[in-house]
Structure formats: structure tokens, C-alpha cells
């Protein structure tokens, strides 16, 4: 069973379109994040968010917006496509921080998003 | 600015030679950890470190952490060709909400 799955692996669309990234943990974590690499395999956190709080970092464009429909699922949903949307997303997940302050993060494999 | 600086940004070596790859920053951080990520993956961890001066063993890779908290280093003893990936260090700045930042890794190829 894999741990953090996300879908589609790949999704290659024309600029404009509105597309979604759908990810579910089976680990019982707490709290989800969706992080963005680059080209130059710069990984860029997006948001985090638990059932209290969402974090969004500062630099995302409102058109990406993340939906939880339950505590194991936190799906990425953008619209009106960019050509700079284009990326490996990864949605992964942690338990609550522990007394050190160390999130340890399970990844899911990765989407790649390809925009035309 | 980069929060988290990694060097090398590239290594490629011979199997059975040694290496250190670098993790550096100005800021201070409250742990840091080490991933390692192949092609079509994500990020798998690899170890934390916490305490200022801490030293991990896994294996041939040894971990420490800086007395400042402010950088760590990862040492690969006798590279093997299953070591290649890209080598991330990430950590959790003290004072902030407690999310990884990551660098922008160390992509290391060890060639048979």
C-alpha cells in the first residue's frame, strides 16, 4: 500500500485550462503539504494545512487553491494555467510536529505537470 | 536569497572514493535533515539532526550537525552506484511555523 499516493502522475494541458492534482495519505498524519520543484529541482513549499490551519506561502498565486474534503486528502486545484506552472508537484505529509520541532515528511511520488 | 545553500551543486565520482557534500546557512535552525530523491520519486528521509554537534551513522553515510545549528554535512564512505540521486537538506527555521525549507541539493552520480 503506498503511503502518500498522488494522481495523475502526469498531465500535460493547453495554457488557460483549470486542472487538479488529487493526493491521499493512509498514514493517519495530521497535517499535508503540496511543494513544487522546479526544473532545477528546487522544492518550494506551497501550503501545509491540518484540519486547524492552513499556511499558504506568500508567493503562490491565488490560482492555485488547495481542497480537503478529510483529513487524509489535500487535492491542488489551479486555474487558468500559466507556461510557469510548469513543474513536479509533490504532495506530502507529516504527524504533528514532535517536542524537537522536526517535521519528518513522507512524499508522494510526484505530478508531473506539463503546461502547453 | 537562498535560505539553505548545498555544495556541490553537482559530484560525480568513481565508485569506492569518498565525499562530502555541504549544507550552510546564516539562520539557525531547530533541526535538519537530510533526504535523498531518485529520478521519478519524491524525497525519501534519510535522517534529522537536532542537537548542535550531533553526529548520525547510516551505514557508510555519516551526518553532523553544526554546534551552531546553522549548517550540516553529509560524508559518503566508499561510494557505491546505488549512492547516485539528489541529496536534499532541509530544515526548520527557529521562529518560523515550523515548515521545511528545503536547498536546492547536491546531485551526485557514482559511476561503476
Known amino acids: 500500500d503506498t503511503a502518500v499516493s498522488q494522481t495523475p502522475k502526469y498531465l500535460v494541458t493547453q495554457m488557460g485550462n483549470d486542472k487538479s492534482i488529487k493526493c491521499e495519505q493512509n498514514?493517519?498524519?495530521?497535517?499535508m503539504y503540496w511543494y513544487k520543484q522546479d526544473s532545477k529541482k528546487f522544492l518550494k513549499i506551497m501550503f501545509s494545512?491540518?484540519?486547524?490551519?492552513?499556511?499558504i506561502n506568500e508567493t503562490v498565486p491565488n490560482r492555485f487553491s488547495p481542497k480537503s474534503p478529510d483529513k487524509a486528502h489535500l487535492n491542488l486545484h489551479i486555474n487558468s494555467l500559466e507556461l510557469g506552472d510548469s513543474a513536479v508537484y509533490f504532495c506530502?505529509?507529516?504527524?504533528?510536529?514532535?517536542?524537537?520541532?522536526?517535521?519528518?515528511?513522507?512524499f508522494g511520488a510526484g505530478s508531473r505537470l506539463t503546461v502547453l | 536569497t537562498q535560505l539553505l545553500e548545498q555544495s556541490p551543486q553537482f559530484l560525480s565520482i568513481q565508485e569506492g572514493e569518498n565525499l562530502t557534500v555541504y549544507c550552510n546557512s546564516s539562520s539557525v535552525f531547530s533541526s535538519l535533515q537530510w533526504y535523498r530523491q531518485e529520478p521519478g520519486e519524491g524525497p525519501v528521509l534519510l535522517v534529522t539532526v537536532v542537537t548542535g554537534g550531533e553526529v548520525k551513522k547510516l551505514k557508510r553515510l555519516t551526518f553532523q550537525f553544526g554546534d551552531a545549528r546553522k549548517d550540516s554535512s553529509l560524508h559518503i564512505t566508499a561510494a557505491q552506484p546505488g549512492d547516485t540521486g539528489l541529496y536534499l537538506c532541509a530544515g526548520v527555521q527557529i521562529g518560523s511555523q515550523g515548515n521545511l525549507i528545503f536547498g536546492k541539493g547536491t546531485k551526485l552520480s557514482v559511476k561503476p
Open positions: 498514514l493517519g498524519h495530521d497535517t
Open positions: 506530502a505529509s507529516s504527524q504533528d510536529r514532535g517536542a524537537s520541532g522536526a517535521n519528518v515528511l513522507t
Open positions: 494545512y491540518n484540519n486547524k490551519e492552513l499556511i
